[in-house]
């Protein structure tokens, strides 16, 4: 079965420059979460969507990080400007219901210069 | 709000050594109790899991028991190995309602030296 898919998995860019970072949960998936990890912070919930529906996005540090799902099997994270400090592992999760354990991708590791 | 405390690390074993990661939770209601692992350079994988008082969640020689009574949810191995090395993360899971929203320790790295 083919598990959360995040593209790309490596990003590197110059400070300024527009960011997306994109997911594909598991179909059949209700709630999608995007996470970042740093090692100072450790694991934060940026936001999660459930059927495709915003639900908390006071993860979110700054106007400068928006995220979508315009469908059931995709959502983007999107940085623009981004900054030096935005520097993280980022993570997307997917359930299938409220009461099942997440399911994480491996990853989008991003470096701003 | 609902937390969930482990203890910090990084934790250094010798290979065949007993693993004990603490962890302790506060949560209204009765949450759902959850290790993952999360290996180098990759995601956080489930390693077991617990959603009632007393059950004990079990996966690759790694053991957890929920207690209520202690607000604990302990990892234990007896037995460790090099390929256990990882940063594991213990996580709880509100109520039927809260949306799945898992909460999440800060994660205990460990490395088993052979």
């Known amino acids: 079965d083919a598990g959360v898919i995040q593209s790309p998995r490596h990003e590197v860019t110059e400070m300024g420059q527009e960011v997306t970072l994109r997911c594909k949960p598991i179909s059949g998936h209700n709630s999608l979460f995007w996470y970042r990890q740093t090692m100072m912070r450790g694991l934060e919930l940026l936001i999660y969507f459930n059927n495709n529906v915003p639900i908390d996005d006071s993860g979110m540090p700054e106007d400068r990080f928006s995220a979508k799902m315009p469908n059931a099997s995709f959502s983007t994270l999107k940085i623009q400007p981004s900054e030096p400090r935005d520097s993280a592992v980022y993570f997307c999760?997917?359930?299938?219901?409220?009461?099942?354990?997440?399911?994480f991708g491996d990853g989008t590791r991003l470096s701003i210069l | 709000g609902d937390s969930v405390t482990q203890m910090e690390g990084p934790v250094t074993l010798s290979e065949e050594a007993f693993l004990t990661i603490n962890c302790t939770y506060t949560a209204t209601g009765y949450p759902s109790l959850f290790w993952y692992v999360q290996y180098p350079g990759e995601g956080l994988q489930l390693l077991l899991k617990a959603t009632k008082a007393d059950d004990k969640g079990s996966n690759k020689g790694f053991e957890a028991t929920y207690r209520k009574e202690t607000t604990s949810f302990h990892l234990e191995k007896g037995s460790v190995q090099v390929s256990d090395s990882a940063v594991y993360f213990c996580a709880l899971l509100g109520p039927e309602g809260s949306q799945g929203n898992l909460i999440f320790g800060k994660g205990t790295k460990l490395s088993v030296k052979p």
């Open positions: 999760a997917s359930t299938q219901s409220s009461n099942q354990p997440q399911h």
